[in-house]
């Protein structure tokens, strides 16, 4: 079940306070939700949001940005095919759990309820 921007809100809230967030897209998701690329960027603040270009995986994308030592992606994706690239080869990838109704990222001590008002749909 697509569960829309609901795991995402709490997860930026807790981790920009400590970190610097980017948060990368599919351009499909401008059609799942039904909203444009402002709309994104003003509900995901302070998060900075980039979609990529229609047709273009995000998967490369977000390997790509993760380039400085300091640069951590958060994804359940295992980005098999990208293994020689630097943050995947190095291991900067951190899983993340959604699980009865809260989103769980524990290398990161997140454990937060998910926001129900975001639940797919138009936000």
């Known amino acids: ?35 444009g690329d402002d709309h994104l960027r003003s509900t995901l603040q302070p998060a900075q949001v980039h979609v990529v270009a229609t047709r273009v995986k995000a998967d490369e994308t977000i390997i790509d940005i993760a380039s400085s030592p300091t640069d951590w992606i958060i ?8 293994r020689e690239k630097a943050p995947i080869g190095e291991g900067r990838v951190i899983r993340h759990e959604i699980l009865r109704g809260r989103v769980l990222v524990h290398e990161l001590g997140v454990n937060e309820p998910l926001d129900e008002q975001h639940m797919g749909g138009t936000t």
Not at 1 to 6: K, P
């Open 1 to 35: 079940r697509f569960i829309g921007l609901n795991a995402l809100l709490p997860l930026i809230q807790v981790l920009a306070g400590r970190f610097d967030v980017l948060v990368v897209f599919d351009a499909s998701i401008r059609g799942l939700l039904g909203v």
């Open 75 to 82: 994804s359940n994706d295992r980005f098999g095919e990208f």
